[in-house]
């Protein structure tokens, strides 16, 4: 931008932390090579959360959490990184990783790159 060039995308996927399966999470950890006492802390850490919500004066049931890392957490923004880190992979395009931001982005060269 610049440049002044058009670009292709641009993608921020900060909100994503609340949207992360925990069963993938801990699937690519295991895949990763990590040493299985601490695949099991993570999964213990994750599994562990519960959550209610208050309305009004009306408070729900806990229930478990299956989904997201826990922000504010010194450990969340690394659970988000582990769990996007393979992502590049099929992209052409230039990625910036950190903690919960995600960008993606490319030049238009031409009318033939839309």
Do not use: C
Not at 21 to 27: M, S
Not at 52 to 60: A, E, P, T
Not at 71 to 93: C, K, M, T
């Amino acid at each position: 931008m610049d440049e002044g060039v058009r670009i292709d995308i641009i993608i921020d996927f900060s909100k994503a932390f609340d949207s992360i399966p925990h069963d993938r999470l801990i699937t690519k950890i295991e895949s990763s090579g990590v040493d299985s006492r601490i695949v099991m802390w993570i999964r213990e850490f994750l599994l562990g959360h519960l959550q209610k919500v208050r309305v009004g004066g009306q408070l729900s049931e806990e229930v478990r959490v299956m989904s997201g890392v826990p922000h504010g957490s010194e450990l969340g923004p690394h659970l988000f990184l582990a769990y996007v880190n393979d992502i590049w992979r099929n992209i052409q395009s230039t990625i910036r990783l950190f903690a919960g931001d995600y960008i993606m982005y490319g030049k238009i060269m031409d009318g033939r790159d839309m």
